[in-house]
């Protein structure tokens, strides 16, 4: 998996906005009385200037195409300072330029040059247009320049130009942010900042693609963004868009309390965590360790690295739904899986067994009950010749079979090996490269195991987790 962090070669429109300003570029030092430029280029002065190696550390992260084009060619370069570097990368949280994505670099690069222009200090009073084709405004202020004196009144030019062969540098007291990023700045420290900075970006890696748009508006819905741009510290678990095709909400109840699940207090070590978290809905979560992957509630999380002063989020590839009661849970695994459960339904009517707290249930489809033999009252066949009919106690001692107490199992927590359960042991295996999940009864009579099938983790109240199988375990 790429790190978003990673830096990679500035595409190739980076590499034509250059270009295309050197087909217009068109001026000349040959005017009689015109004293001769300095032979120094644009890059010479920025690397060689005490107190922009921040702002040539910003060039130089965005590729040696780009370091060519500044040495020919007519700019006008406004470089902050180490101190307005510093001053930027201290309010989003972040230790070093490297950190920051090169989408990110790349506009605030693009918004500190203006192509095919040769501006003197004095002659910054209008608005222009940036290679990032965002404009800038300037003010003229004694002897010193105020740019976007309307949205960014403390940006201004320090009194401090260097003429360049090809250009000019105008050093400035803060790093310049185009107005897309403005609304930003304030955020970038926080967790709520991040979220916002990667609502409609796609990540580099191809699994993450189509930003957190969705995500951010659930967590907006439930009032959660001003708290997590607050001092406290938070974790957010973020799944990408795309995990909410296969995911659907029940109420404006349901919205908040998903919303809530996906947030932790703190910055969260899942890594060397308690196996049980408490979100901030008051629910728990669940945490895997296994062979150097994590899991909530089973579903894998993926740390890209996004950090900030006050947290962290965390990539996701699958929604992760708030526990809810048994039958409620059945209903959403039917509506959402495409089987019916009505005979499971019916016999923990018929049987009342309890289910004990911590414990994991293998629910068969009505196809794997009806393939066993296994029919209850709700079949009409059954009420007219009753004595077909499984007596109570035969079908509580099936439905014990599918009970494994005092054990809450996700896909990733189960090991080759044996189960107990209320009604004897039962054998898993795990085949394939996936990790196919088989139960076996230890009944001879029954022919066929029974495979865990999609959806395989399903959170219930107090702690218990369903998966459905595709053959009856009977005793």
Do not use: W
């Not at 570097?85 to 989003?92: A, D, E, P, R, W």
């Not at 894998?300 to 965390?314: C, Q, S, W």
């Not at 414990?359 to 009420?383: H, K, N, Q, R, Y």
């Not at 439905?399 to 189960?419: C, M, R, W, Y």
């Amino acid at each position: 998996m790429t790190h978003p962090f990673t830096f990679k070669k500035l595409p190739f429109l980076f590499i034509c906005l250059f270009g295309f300003s050197l087909i217009f570029s068109a001026c000349s030092d040959d005017d009689e009385g015109t004293p001769p430029r300095p032979t120094d280029d644009l890059l010479d002065i920025i690397s060689s200037t005490e107190g922009l190696e921040s702002f040539d550390t910003l060039v130089s992260l965005l590729g040696q195409g780009a370091n060519n084009r500044l040495t020919s060619g007519e700019y006008t370069v406004f470089a902050p300072n180490n101190a307005a570097v510093q001053k930027l990368l201290s309010s989003i949280g972040y230790q070093s330029l490297v950190e920051l994505r090169s989408d990110i670099l790349q506009n605030i690069l693009f918004y500190h040059v203006v192509a095919n222009t040769y501006l003197e200090a004095n002659q910054l009073d209008s608005t222009i247009t940036t290679l990032g084709f965002s404009q800038i405004s300037f003010e003229q202020e004694g002897d010193s320049v105020r740019i976007n004196p309307d949205s960014q009144p403390e940006r201004t030019v320090v009194t401090n130009s260097f003429q360049a062969s090809n250009g000019v540098v105008h050093v400035t007291n803060e790093v310049l942010l185009s107005p897309g990023m403005i609304d930003l700045e304030p955020l970038f420290g926080s967790v709520a900042g991040i979220m916002l900075t990667l609502r409609d970006i796609p990540s580099q890696d191809p699994n993450f693609d189509g930003g957190l748009s969705t995500i951010n508006n659930v967590l907006n819905a439930a009032n959660l963004l001003s708290t997590l741009n607050g001092s406290s510290n938070y974790t957010v678990l973020a799944p990408v868009n795309t995990a909410f095709d296969d995911f659907f909400f029940t109420s404006n109840e349901n919205v908040t309390q998903t919303a809530n699940y996906h947030v932790l207090e703190g910055n969260v070590d899942f890594a060397n965590s308690d196996r049980m978290l408490t979100t901030l809905s008051g629910q728990n979560l669940y945490v895997s360790n296994v062979e150097n992957n994590t899991y909530l509630n089973g579903r894998p999380i993926f740390d890209l690295g996004y950090g900030a002063d006050n947290g962290r989020v965390i990539h996701m590839l699958d929604v992760l739904k708030p526990a809810v009661p048994l039958a409620e849970m059945v209903e959403y695994i039917e509506a959402l899986s495409g089987n019916t459960f009505t005979i499971f339904k019916k016999a923990l009517e018929e049987t009342a067994i309890e289910v004990p707290a911590n414990s994991t249930i293998f629910m068969p489809t009505d196809a794997a009950f009806e393939a066993a033999g296994i029919i209850t009252t709700i079949d009409s066949v059954a009420l007219e010749a009753e004595a077909a009919r499984i007596a109570p106690a035969v079908l509580s001692s099936i439905l014990q079979k599918h009970v494994v107490p005092d054990n809450i199992l996700f896909s990733p927590d189960f090991e080759a090996g044996t189960l107990t359960t209320l009604n004897g042991a039962i054998a898993v295996t795990l085949e394939g490269q996936n990790g196919t999940i088989t139960l076996n009864d230890n009944n001879a009579a029954t022919e066929t195991n029974a495979n865990l099938q999609f959806p395989a983790n399903n959170l219930v109240e107090n702690g218990i987790v369903i998966h459905v199988v595709t053959q009856a375990l009977l005793p």
